[in-house]
């Protein structure tokens, strides 16, 4: 066993109204950022865990992706390569 | 005829809804410990408002974990009557109990008022109280309140009366003005398909004396009451 670190991306799935990102998106239009499209407010996780592999500590955040830590109904998720640490 | 109320930490509307049970109607009303597995024998299980844990990660989503969350899910795979309110809707929903999701409202504030809803179905052990198309008023508490569910599901919900309380305006009608956090089709409460698992985000526990501004709330209970075989 071996430790690591893996980070999740949740953000609100596309299609969704996001109005956090439209408020900061408006926000960032007051500011002159005149290019600025659109913007997308969401949540990032670093889970430390034990396991055998990267693979495997990959594998086993996907499963909390999926059961706990993203609403798949609402949210997407993104999971980072694990990092040894 | 037995209630039993979860009372989860961060829960603050188990009160209301014992005595809407207690004083109300005038039966029996126990609390339940999340962390307990027994559900006392009760009969109807009321998941209440307030901010579960917190409302960490998203609102209802670590309390569906509690211990008592297991025998709940079975109470209602058994067909008994389980009513989630504000927090306890989002409950319900987190834990698969009724489609779809409950995000923040679409002004982000959070909104507490009083406000018009219609009974789009009376023929369900929570509403047959009511007539069909009646406006109520019943105060909503809430800062994540707008349900949310993909379009299919939305169609079949509506196409299977499963619709039961819709936000509607002043002049009864369900448009965006009278829609207070932007849920998808002025959506305010739904059953499940077995109809025996309602969610709502307005609270009827707290409008049960004209005095305190509505007494709406009082038919939802009385529903139960007259359908709910003890």
């Known amino acids: 066993m071996s430790s690591f670190r893996v980070s999740v991306h949740i953000t609100p799935r596309r299609g969704i109204l996001d109005p956090q990102g439209k408020a900061v998106a408006g926000a960032l239009h007051s500011l002159g950022f005149d290019g600025v499209k659109d913007v997308h407010v969401g949540r990032y996780i670093v889970v430390e865990t034990d396991a055998d592999n990267a693979t495997a500590a990959e594998f086993d955040v996907r499963s909390m992706c999926e059961r706990l830590l993203a609403n798949p109904v609402i949210e997407d998720f993104e999971i980072e390569s694990a990092a040894t640490g | ?230």
């Open chain 2, 1 to 230: 005829m037995k209630f039993g109320i979860v009372t989860f930490p961060g829960s603050n509307s188990d009160y209301d809804a014992f005595r809407a049970v207690a004083d109300t109607l005038g039966e029996t009303a126990v609390y339940l410990w999340h962390k307990d597995h027994d559900l006392q024998n009760v009969d109807v299980v009321i998941l209440p408002g307030g901010f579960s844990y917190g409302d960490y990660l998203r609102a209802g989503a670590i309390a569906r974990f509690s211990p008592i969350m297991r025998e709940v899910e079975a109470h209602a795979n058994r067909g008994a009557p389980v009513i989630g309110i504000c927090n306890g809707f989002q409950i319900a929903c987190e834990a698969g109990l009724l489609p779809g999701a409950l995000l923040k409202n679409s002004k982000l504030q959070f909104v507490s008022a009083p406000v018009a809803i219609r009974v789009e179905n009376n023929d369900t052990m929570f509403t047959i109280q009511y007539e069909r198309g009646a406006v109520l008023t019943i105060p909503i508490a809430h800062g994540d309140g707008r349900f949310t569910a993909d379009a299919q599901t939305l169609d079949m919900l509506e196409a299977s009366d499963r619709v039961v309380f819709r936000y509607v305006d002043s002049r009864g009608n369900a448009s965006p003005e009278g829609n207070p956090n932007g849920s998808d089709r002025n959506i305010a409460g739904i059953v499940n398909a077995t109809g025996n698992v309602i969610g709502l985000m307005p609270h009827p526990e707290r409008a049960l004396d004209q005095l305190l501004g509505s007494a709406d709330g009082i038919p939802f209970f009385e529903s139960i009451l007259a359908t709910v075989a003890a």
